[in-house]
């Protein structure tokens, strides 16, 4: 089984990291300094008990290096997969299942999922059709990420906290190629359960990141001042209720209330979100996947989304302002 990692950060490197100690046959695709510091001195991973390991990989720039794979691990932020569709190309064979670990409404949301909007495509998450007709809807399986991993020095890699991967087809069978790629998960000691309603806890993650994240770099505040605090408080349950109206026309079923999954955020603590953190470094934050393809699921439902339409122009001018929208 031949796997390949494209994006190979914090996440991306994490289980590259994990699928290479089992002795999977895995490359990884990153650049830069991280690329050259693996390329020289293999991955160093730091895990959440202070141990710290040095871990050949293989590792490389140019996806044309490592050829067909069996498995392609997308784990790149969000906007950035489309305009790279194209250089993934090498990595995809006639049988290549391409795991899509990507926060957000996913680019195939509408495939396999049957009734009248069986097919629809997302203007926000996939402008073009880049990856629906670059990749190709057939060949995915769904992957909700939960590990919180940084990428602390070039090269060098820490696990906080977490180790589920779990797995989905668009469908919710339990298929083969699903339940090897399971296997081999837990084979590295990760957690890969496979899911028959994945679209459920995608929402369930969604929930957080749609309101959160934004609020976040809105206000700088940290996960546990912005889920106690009446005001922001109020902002994120009202975007979380408009979401949940939608994710239920849909068809989703939520295992936990808003107000247990706002007090989940709280008790995370002084966390930084992605959206803050990419914010503070200059670099392009997820907003469309987290926050404007939800709108556009508003609208495809018939769904009034106001909290959202109003915190969503915000963000979109915040980034507009510091130059990364």
Known sequence: MKICVFGAGAIGGYMGAKLAQAGADVSLVARGPHLAAMQAHGLTLIEADGRR?????????DPAEFGPQDYL???LKAHSVPPLVARMQPLIGADTTIVSGVNGVPWWYFHGVGGDLEGTRLASVDPGDAQWNGFGPERVLGCVVYPAVEVIAPGVI?????NRFSLGEP????????LALSAALTAAGLKAPVRPRIRDEIWV???????FNPISALTHATLDVLCTDPGTRAVARGMMLEAQEIAEKLGVKFPIDVDRRIDG???VGAHRTSMLQDL????PMEIDALVASVQELGRLTGTET???????ALIRLRARTAGLY
Request: no cysteine; charged share 25%.
């Open 306 to 312: 106001p909290t959202i339409d109003t915190v969503l």
């Open 205 to 211: 993650k969604l929930w957080g990141n749609l309101s």
């Open 158 to 162: 820490r696990h906080i906290e977490g």
């Open 171 to 178: 469908d919710g069978s339990k298929s083969d190629r699903a």
């Open 280 to 283: 503070d470094l200059g670099r």
């Open 73 to 75: 691990v997308v784990t």
């Open 53 to 61: 390991t040095s871990v050949p990989v293989s590792a490389a720039e």
């Open 265 to 267: 955020g709280a008790a």
